[in-house]
């Protein structure tokens, strides 16, 4: 995929075609924005990678599952819905563990399972059920 590049903010702006990504980031905070073909939604958070409870790093988890993550799965594995969950899981707990190092370590067993069905469970609602 080739990216365009853009104006920056407060720059001179012209009328642009085609798909673009963003490629600026905003210091302190998780910025996200989520498209389908027919939404977009603007979400924020504090950054604080330290201090997050069991809830809040399923919180994230289910952030992180959207229809772009699934079509990367979709395209490591093939179309097999199982097949992609597995991925799926697996992509966003790397994340997790790399980006919220101390959450993971207090994680536990039990708390990793319950993440997983989640993020699982997400996959399966956007993938559509079986």
Do not use: C
């Not at 998780?30 to 069991?54: C, H, M, Y």
């Not at 952030?63 to 966003?92: C, F, H, M, Q």
């Not at 993971?104 to 399972?113: D, H």
């Amino acid at each position: 995929m080739r990216f365009r590049s853009y104006p920056r903010i407060g720059g001179p702006t012209q009328p642009m075609a085609g798909t673009w990504v963003a490629t600026e980031k905003i210091h302190g905070a998780n910025f996200v924005i989520g498209f389908t073909a027919d939404r977009v939604t603007f979400e924020a958070q504090a950054w604080k990678p330290g201090w997050l409870s069991g809830d809040e790093l399923i919180a994230w988890a289910l952030r992180l599952v959207n229809p772009a993550r699934v079509a990367s799965a979709r395209s490591k594995v093939g179309t097999d819905p199982r097949a992609i969950e597995d991925e799926l899981v697996l992509d966003v707990m790397i994340d997790l563990a790399a980006v919220f190092a101390d959450a993971w370590r207090e994680l536990g067993s039990a708390r990793e399972a319950e993440l997983q069905t989640a993020i699982r469970t997400a996959a399966t609602a956007i993938l559509g059920a079986p």
